[in-house]
Each structure stands twice: as structure tokens, then as C-alpha cells.
């Protein structure tokens, strides 16, 4: 879609351009929200996405879930936009992989989907309904599509959309975190 790949370009740019002193204080609050939220605390198993560059930083959050004793899955991307969960119990696990992002091997377990409890959703940013624009990839899309778990997004309150552009098969999240609220739909 013409539309999202225009606005992707915008959101990149924005990102460019968010001063460094705001990335570091709203990723303290997205980590105090995560880390706080009932639904985290009580999950015994967790699927994050590996953070980089100026994306919401999971990977303090990653830490805390090892600390509490969770079982800690990130995707394992295949050719054509499946994925599936892999656990690791350690972020020395993970390895360069697809767009040189840390992932898990092939050797890592899989985690059903029935298993997971609470995933944390990538994008570039959130919408007031949840919806996201994530990469383009739509590895997400196809994987949370009749996910039980509570899915959630990380948005930076500075980018946050009134609303954007949808295609049928877009899935929003269950509950979306910036570093000023928590929202729920």
C-alpha cells in the first residue's frame, strides 16, 4: 500500500529527529509501564522483538523477565513472512540473522503459540485504536492472527497517530504503553 510506505518514510524521519534525551527518558517509561503491568508480572512465558537503533528499548525489559523467572521467546523468522517463537535463556543466545537483527538459532525451542502469555509488539508507531505500522514485512500480522495472549505495544507519545491507514488483515493490540499511559482496548 502506496499510503503506508510513504508514511513509514515520515515516521522514519520523525524518529531521526527525536532528541536523544527523549529516547532515553521515554524508554525509563516504557519500562517502568511494562514492568509494572499486571498482566507482564503474571506471564510465565513472554515473547519480546530485539530492539534497535531508536526502536522502544526491550531489552532492559528482556532482562527483568529473565530476573522474575520467565520463559523469554523472540521471533525466528522464515523466507516469505512466517515466524514462529523461540525461547532462550540468555541474550548471548541470540544471533545476527535476518536484516542482521539478533534472533534466536534454529537449535532454540519452539514455543507454541497457545504457550505464550504476553508478547510485546514491534512498530514504527500506535494509533488511538491500537492499530500499528509495523515494517512492511507483515510477519506480525499473519502470527498474532488468533493469538490468545495479551499482545503489547511500545509507542513513543511523541509519534502516537490519531489514526492510520488499516488493510483487512492488520491487527491491533491489546494494550498500548507510551512513557505517559497505559491504554487498553
Known amino acids: 500500500m502506496e499510503i ?16 536523544d534525551d527523549y529516547i532515553v527518558e521515554s524508554d525509563s517509561g516504557l519500562y517502568r509501564g511494562v514492568t509494572s503491568l499486571p498482566e507482564f508480572i503474571q506471564a510465565q512465558t513472554v515473547m519480546f522483538y530485539y ?5 522502544p528499548r526491550t531489552l532492559d525489559i528482556v532482562n527483568a523477565a529473565f530476573a522474575l523467572g520467565k520463559t523469554v521467546a523472540f521471533p525466528y523468522c522464515y523466507m516469505g513472512g512466517r515466524m514462529e517463537a523461540r525461547a532462550v535463556q540468555s541474550l548471548d543466545e541470540l544471533v545476527p540473522a535476518m536484516l542482521k537483527i539478533p534472533a534466536p538459532t534454529d537449535a532454540s525451542a519452539v514455543i507454541a503459540p497457545e504457550e505464550i502469555d504476553l508478547v510485546i509488539v514491534p512498530a514504527l508507531t500506535y494509533d488511538t485504536d491500537g492499530f500499528r505500522l509495523g515494517y512492511g514485512g507483515g510477519y506480525y500480522d499473519r502470527y498474532l492472527s488468533g493469538l490468545r495472549a495479551v499482545t503489547v ?3 513513543r507519545e511523541r509519534l502516537f497517530w490519531d489514526k492510520l491507514p488499516r488493510e483487512e488483515h492488520d491487527i491491533p493490540v491489546k494494550c498500548l504503553i507510551t512513557e505517559d499511559r497505559t491504554v487498553w482496548f
Do not use: F, Y
Open 51 to 55: 530492539s534497535v537503533d531508536r526502536e
Open 4 to 19: 503506508k510506505h510513504e508514511l513509514r518514510r515520515q515516521v522514519r524521519a520523525m524518529i531521526c529527529n527525536l532528541p
Open 153 to 155: 505495544g511500545l509507542a
